[in-house]
């Protein structure tokens, strides 16, 4: 159940960066890139961390490296921006994590 709430968190934290660096994009595109890359990754990240006790932070930049792949992939006219909100999305949910969790 944690974890689920979490995945949920990072949603409702990430979602709204990326509409709004994204700008111009169909709203329902980003919440479905959003909400599905975040369904792949959130789970391997939360694995990772506490079953296997990788380190936070390389499993931080993993997900952002991944996400702004996938992003820069399926938004190629904005390309540049696309990849580098996945990085500011990640920053800031992991900045909040570790502030408050």
Do not use: D
Not at 16 to 23: E, G, K, N, T
Not at 70 to 85: C, G, H, N, Q, S
């Amino acid at each position: 159940m944690q974890e689920l709430a979490f995945l949920l968190l990072t949603i409702a934290i990430e979602l709204p960066v990326a509409l709004l660096c994204l700008r111009g994009e169909p709203i329902w595109r980003l919440v479905l890139v959003v909400v599905s890359m975040n369904l792949i990754s959130h789970p391997i990240a939360w694995q990772l961390l506490f079953r296997y006790n990788f380190n936070w932070f390389a499993v931080e930049v993993s997900v952002a490296v991944f996400e702004g792949l996938v992003l820069a992939a399926l938004i190629p006219k904005m390309r540049e921006r696309a990849f580098f909100t996945g990085f500011a999305m990640n920053v800031i949910t992991a900045a909040i994590g570790y502030l408050f969790f």
